[in-house]
């Protein structure tokens, strides 16, 4: 309804259509009281089409006073009487009939009542399928009818929700959440399979299953707090059959912790459904039920961060949001104030009033309205890269869809208001000037005005020089003889083995040396002829002895040449049993150090055509601190392999490698290395084999330039277009 103001236009020449009419709210209308930042309101709820109304204090005022045997005129001029500083006026009167009448709450005693009731639903429900239809990427089916189900299972709904409940819940999130940190790295890998031909019916079969037990849980928490479930259906999100509930009988809540609980309840169910696939996973093998728990546990958690915890979307975290700061239609008025700030101080309508009623509810408006609209096309812009990956015509069609509704559709309407609307009649000139200009000075930022420029690619620090230290001998580690992070000499000890089996193989051949030489001693004076095969024996066995002494002498790992020695993980090994050629540390020249960067074919231009102007290395142990480059290698050649695992998917890194790539160095798309030697600080800590980023400042351009060029290396490396 319209807000009652010092602006509001107390009489109307339309009065007199509706003076001596004689209405009243309908007999099946309940009006509930709430609070919403310290303001009264009443909430209208009319069961039979299951519609809310929201009135504040003044307009229930007139409304709870309209009866059947009185006249609107008597009722408006009692309320005057009553309360003539806040009594709405004439047109606000005129305004809110209307709404109250085409939400179906009104009663009028005619003959034709219950004709034009029946003409007014049917014309409602055909407006509805009219905005669905226009609505290409949101629309809605009504199904059936759940109430009655509800009510059924009334008694296990006080048992989830209930502090019983709470406490279920939580021990299953904290328990899922131990076993995914125990099985991180399998599920890293697994997710790089997650959109594959052959995952995907079990990822759309998750998702289904998922959100069909989300608006189950919303069903569920109304139902809890004394509410009504009339319609389940299948809502189409971008040509895509998912399962909807409609809730809006939660905002008869008086609470606004119960509103807010049954728009966290969907999250919450998904969350549960989540960590019982957790367990399923984790506790299965290879198979169909081993990739579904797996799929499920993915859907919940990336759809509830990506949408419906998100209050910048209207979806649940959005009617949270709104519940929690106590503002209604968070949405619309936060359009409505933004429109108000540009017609006030930027066309100088002095006239235009904000929708706000304090300064904070203000600020809140102003940051919801600018994010949320970003927030959109991100996401949507997402989805249609998405979604043209697989099906490119179908992308190409909703690309085009977006660009009429999100460019041209606002042109037309700015153009036809600055024309048309009434409210500019005396600053018309002014709007038209000021949107020139604003129209000039964003085109001039983006296509004239010269930006940085520049781009980023992952790499890896490298010694110039250094030697993986690996035992030459298998054996228990017994000692660890120098700390990690020390400076070493050729010829160092740094760790001792135990092999107990050289010891006893070493005393055998002692052994049988000793009784081959006392052969050796009595065929000298018994039997010249055996001492040559005898001599021989004696010779093959001291070799032997010679090379079990050689084995039991490498137990004693040494460096081999001189610099820092590297063994952060030796510890852990110190009392376990390794094998011949186990690499247990390095030995790093930290004088001299690499930065094997990866660049992508999208940026490699730059790189070979010499359009760098400049670079520096950034660390991910410490992002702050820039490493200057000193020097530049390329190397033009393709390559597929990468420097190290730690910077594909399995070791942490944001590059995309192959599946089945056990090692993590197969990367998915081609690059070119870059190697950059960076100056090194005396003191500094050992960096090998950390990763980070490196900046590649390039010549300065226009915003719109930078922005063309990258959708053309987008379009061209996604869709060879």
Known sequence: MAVTGPNRKFFHESWYRIADERVALRASVRVRRQLFRGTRWYVLHEAFSDQFFRLKPPAYEFVSRLDADRSVDEVWRETIERDPDNAPGQEEVIQLLSQLYHANLLHYDLPADSEKLFDRYKERRQSVRRATMRSIMFFRIPLFDPNAMLKRLQPFIRLVISPFGALLWTAAIVGAIAVAVGHFPELRVQTEGILSLSNLPLLYLAFILIKAIHEFGHAVA???????????????????????????????????????????????TELFVAALAVFVWAGTGAGTLHALAYNTMIVASISTIVFNINPLMRFDGYYILSDLLDIPNLHTRSSQHLRHLVERYAFGFKKSESPTRSLSEAGWLTVFGITSGLYRVIVFTTILLIIADRFLLLGIIMAAVCAVAWVLTPILR???????????ARVRFRSAIVCVAATGAIVSLLAVVPFPNGFKAPGVLQATQHQIVV??????????????????????????????????????????????KFLQTKALTGNPADLQAIESTIASVEQQIDRLRQQKSNLLVSAECDGIWVASNVKELKGRWIKRGTQVGQIIDDSSFYFASVISEQNVSAVFSDAIRGSDVRLADNPDRTMPVTDMTRIPLEQTRLPSAALGFQGGGSLATTVGNEDGLMASQPFYELRLMVAMNAGDPLYQGLSGV??????????????????????QGRYQI
Do not use: C
């Open 222 to 268: 109304v139902r809890r707090f004394g509410g009504s479930v009339h319609t389940m259906g299948i809502m189409f999100l971008i040509f895509n059959p998912l399962p909807y509930t409609d809730t809006t009988a939660a905002w008869s809540f008086r609470s606004k912790w119960q509103r807010a609980l049954v728009g966290l309840a969907g999250m919450i």
């Open 414 to 424: 700015l153009v036809h208001y600055l024309a048309t609307s009434p409210r500019l």
């Open 471 to 516: 035992n030459k001998v298998p054996g228990y580690v017994d000692e660890v003889l120098i700390k990690s992070e020390t400076r070493v000499k050729r010829g160092d000890m740094l760790l001792r083995l135990v092999n107990r089996d050289l010891d006893y193989q070493l005393e055998g051949i002692e052994a049988h040396l000793r009784e081959t």
């Open 694 to 715: 490196v900046r590649f400042q390039l010549e300065s351009e226009p915003l719109l330039e930078q922005a063309y060029r990258k959708l053309r290396q987008l379009l």
